[in-house]
């Protein structure tokens, strides 16, 4: 384990990064307590609804956590079934928010449904987004995946697998202790082969299934304990290859809406719309992340219009 002195340990609400130190294998640890239980008890949703919600928080740090740059991770999800929608992003350097959609009669239905498939049980036909929000300009990359398999970590193995042809290992889980939300995942992922080029290729696929299977074994409560580090956690399970840990990102409890970002997105719409929108010429919008509400004069958009 190599952890040097002036590096700053987070026990909760953190992304680790890491790297096997012989296996040519990086990877991510995600800690959700105090901001995971913040965001879904803002909500009150259902329990099943914030497991995933939890899921989809836990994605957008686990890959926004890669932004060398400030921007925006975003993970959204689109399906035909209960939960129509799940919304989740991290603004750098550890801004984290998240919101859900869901049909309380589908909902219903669906957890008296036989489906053992979590996924198609819950959310029906639908895809799985993420996008990447770069810089001032907002540059846009976005890669899309069915909604498949157990849960949405399964999800995004899919798309490494078949988009970015990366061999990619996603563990999350999700708990409620003490009427606490919490949840933990991990990522490992074989580093290119122009990364490991003084590596043997034979080599390389039996460091990388050495790490698959260490990264297996690790458990939910493990993902979720609030009082095991990130840093004891991956020495419990990758200290016989050995693990080199970089600069801990602390994530915060923190939406990115304004009354600025509100004006500017009305400025986008046409005028009959926004008349429509009114009452007694101001309009109301709330924020679906974190409920705050704005209030806006068509006067002022008028004239940031003109």
């Not at 975003?74 to 350097?93: C, F, L, R, S, Y």
Request: glycine share 8%; net charge negative; aromatic share 8%.
């Amino acid at each position: 384990m190599a952890e040097t002195p002036e590096q700053k340990i987070i026990v909760d609400n953190v992304i680790q990064p890491f790297q096997m130190a012989k296996a040519g294998v990086r990877g991510r640890l995600v800690r959700l307590g105090a901001v995971v239980d913040a965001i879904l008890s803002r909500h009150d949703y259902p329990d099943t609804v914030a497991r995933f919600l939890a899921e989809g928080l836990v994605l957008a740090a686990m890959l926004g956590g890669a932004l060398k740059f400030d921007g925006i991770f975003t993970v959204q999800t689109k399906g035909e079934g209960a939960i129509n929608v799940i919304m989740a992003d991290m603004t750098t350097p550890g801004n984290m928010r998240g919101y859900a959609g869901y049909d309380v009669g589908k909902l219903v239905l669906a957890e008296e449904s036989p489906e053992t498939d979590a996924i198609k049980k819950f959310f029906g036909k639908g895809y799985i987004a993420f996008t990447i929000e770069a810089g001032a300009e907002r540059n846009r990359y976005q890669g899309i995946v069915e909604l498949e398999g157990d849960n949405l970590a399964t999800c995004m193995e899919s798309y490494f697998d078949k988009s970015e042809q990366l061999d990619t290992l996603l563990r999350i889980a999700v708990d409620k202790i003490d009427g606490k939300w919490r949840a933990g995942g991990l990522m490992v992922q074989r580093l290119p082969d122009e990364s490991t080029a003084e590596i043997d290729q034979d080599e390389q696929q039996e460091n990388w299934r050495n790490a698959q299977a260490l990264a297996s074994t690790i458990t939910q409560q493990e993902l979720t304990s609030p009082v095991l580090k990130a840093s004891e956690l991956l020495y419990n399970l990758f200290h016989e290859e050995g693990v080199w840990l970089y600069e801990p990102q602390e994530l915060m409890d923190q939406c990115s809406c304004s009354s600025e970002r509100v004006l500017t997105t009305l400025q986008t719409f046409g005028a009959t719309d926004l008349d429509h929108m009114a009452e007694e010429g101001i309009i109301t919008a709330d924020c679906q992340f974190c409920g705050s509400k704005y209030q806006v004069d068509l006067a002022e958009i008028s004239n940031e219009i003109s």
